[in-house]
T-cell receptor
Framework: EPEVTQTPSHQVTQMGQEVILRCVPI?????FYWYRQILGQKVEFLVS????????KSEIFDDQFSVERPDGSNFTLKIRSTKLEDSAMYFC???????????FGSGTRLTVV | GENVEQHPSTLSVQEGDSAVIKCTYS??????FPWYKQELGKRPQLIID?????GEKKDQRIAVTLNKTAKHFSLHITETQPEDSAVYFC???????????FGKGTRLHILP
């Protein structure tokens, strides 16, 4: 079964540093997403990406965040200057069509110290 | 924007009994309602979903019901087993939006 893969599985970074989280969506999927989950809480939407541009973003996705699809396979989330409260599990997801059928990656646990 | 409420936050049932988790949504444009199971430290995994053109969908021991008028949808697990213990999330989305919004989750414990 096709999978969404994410690297690294765990990232520890110092406050103020930049991090890049990487994802390889399922190859025939057209819609890509980032979600985050603070420990013990619900999964929160960050951003969606379609046709090489952001299609929707949440209030969480401020100027410190950016996404990119640098080539035909990778989808990245960059946090420019990490804060302690950015510590969370970050999930990438992809879907073939709008409005359904999401497949989530295994996540990157980001710890900001 | 869409708001999804989920109840209960924790549910304990005896092995073999049924479990029911309920969600409500606010946006009448929502037409896609997936349910995810998340085991500790792992990704959310889609277990069943329903679209607004049907009222009920079943897959073995799992069923989902949808009441569009009341904006309610529920997950039913019958003959529960120890491996059903996990956190379950409901979510809602629509063709209009490029996102799904999750409920806060229900921690299901199956008691031996």
């Amino acid at each position: 079964e096709p999978e969404v893969t994410q690297t690294p599985s765990h990232q520890v970074t110092q406050m103020g540093q930049e991090v890049i989280l990487r994802c390889v969506p399922i190859s025939n999927h057209l819609y890509f997403y980032w979600y985050r989950q603070i420990l013990g809480q619900k999964v929160e939407f960050l951003v969606s990406f379609y046709n090489n541009e952001i299609s929707e973003k949440s209030e969480i996705f401020d100027d410190q965040f950016s996404v990119e699809r640098p080539d035909g396979s990778n989808f990245t989330l960059k946090i420019r200057s990490t804060k302690l409260e950015d510590s969370a599990m970050y999930f990438c997801a992809s879907s073939e069509a709008r409005g359904g059928g999401y497949t989530f990656g295994s996540g990157t646990r980001l710890t900001v110290v | 924007g869409e708001n999804v409420e989920q109840h209960p936050s924790t549910l304990s049932v005896q092995e073999g009994d049924s479990a029911v988790i309920k969600c409500t949504y606010s946006d009448s444009a929502s037409n896609y309602f997936p349910w995810y199971k998340q085991e500790l430290g792992k990704r959310p995994q889609l277990i069943i979903d329903i679209r607004s053109n049907v009222g009920e969908k079943k897959d073995q021991r799992i069923a989902v019901t949808l009441n569009k008028t009341a904006k309610h949808f529920s997950l039913h697990i019958t003959e529960t087993q120890p491996e059903d213990s996990a956190v379950y999330f409901c979510a809602a989305g629509s063709n209009r939006d490029d996102k799904i919004i999750f409920g806060k989750g229900t921690r299901l414990h199956i008691l031996p």
